[in-house]
């Protein structure tokens, strides 16, 4: 077995390298994140000019589904490769399983904390107070309702039973992520007890997850089209108008979320020796990605490829940032813990010390292990909300606006992830310091 702190010369081998784009020469184009911005920008201004064409619906949205399913046909081979070369690599079941209960502990940390800030600032600047009502326009919610029963009865005894895939097939087809990751896992604890017989398949999978980075870049060129087709079709079916009336609600949520993100994560990030600053600024394209079309998914393969390259070993990275998609939603639970509240003020519910507790506690319960349902935050509140008394139908006044709050909370996720594997590298005494040339090079990629 491989010493975590003290990997072996044999293990060491195993590890591999996303390959880095060679430098470009001669004509230079816009960043890639520069591009997906104009997308963005393009995106709004097609879909405000052309609001309800029906040939936006034909012809401008495949764009943004081709992008979507081509980021979700690579998600899957990305976690398995690289979890399974890191645990191999690791060998220890002991070792592992302190990461794994150093990585719960942060989430329940930090996402408890987002929690705590939301409802501060809902309780200080009162986003739902003097909101008329009959002012506001009702959403249909039928897509996020048809899933209620998914989070209805589910705790946090539910999450654990769920980890384990009785088809590990099905798990696979259906993108169960904590179900994909225990299996990773014991499949490469089980390759690390083969010793030198199971050499041959790690490398294997090595050679897989190379090949898929290599896919990821390859697909990143066509983000700025996806998201242009995304942000056509969300302002065309919902339009800016419905923003107007609950302009107050999106203008706490992001004053949250820019004050968790730099008062908070700041803390952390100084806590473990980084500036928030400049992982950031390596996350720009990604950071810029995940607004855009409101789905960390679409930058999971890029943020472990350049995690590993911060400084981040590989078996870390590669569990820690897959787990934090479902157990560390930050952005999420601050987002929720603000709406809950908002919608209490909006019907006039004064919510007592103890209730907000409650809340605190439910939503802490509720928003774990479920990233992979869709409209995830709607449905954690319409589970949560009747613990608290408050009527969950208004969440249709809400709906229309979702997409421009789901954008920044995806964003807020991304960084939060990103930075959790920072502190369980440095935890583990692991974080490799000093590699500005590839830093430098995938930058200018």
Partial sequence: MADIDKPTAEVRHLDYAAPTPPKRSGLKFPSLAWQIVIGLIAGILVGWL?????WITTWVAPLGDIFIRLIKMIVVPIVISTLIVGVAG???IKA????????LLYFEVVTTVAIIVGMFFADILQPGTGIQLSGLTKTDISSY????HTVAHHSFADTFVHVIPTNIIDALAKGDMLAII???????LGLASLGEKGKPMVNMFALTADSMFWITRKIMQLAPLGVF???AVAVSKFGLSALIPLAKLVGVVYLAMFTFVFVVFGLIARWVGIRLLELIKLLREELVLAYSTASSETVLPRLIEKMQTFGVPKHIVAFVIPTGYSFNLDGSTLYQSIAALFLAQLYGIDLSLGQQVTLILVLMLTSKGIAGVPGVSFVVLLATLGSV??????????????RIMDMARTAVNVIGNAL???VISRWEGQFRTGDTTTIAEIKES
């Fill in 96 to 103: 592992l399983g302190r990461l794994g209960g150093k990585t």
């Fill in 90 to 92: 690791t060998g220890d």
């Fill in 420 to 422: 959790a594997s920072v």
């Fill in 229 to 231: 087709g995304l942000m």
């Fill in 50 to 54: 052309f609001a309800g064409q029906e």
């Fill in 389 to 402: 008394g408050i009527p969950a139908e208004g969440l249709a006044f809400i709906a229309g606006i979702d």
């Fill in 182 to 188: 225990f299996f990773s896992v014991m499949f490469g």
């Fill in 145 to 148: 309702v048809a899933t209620e």
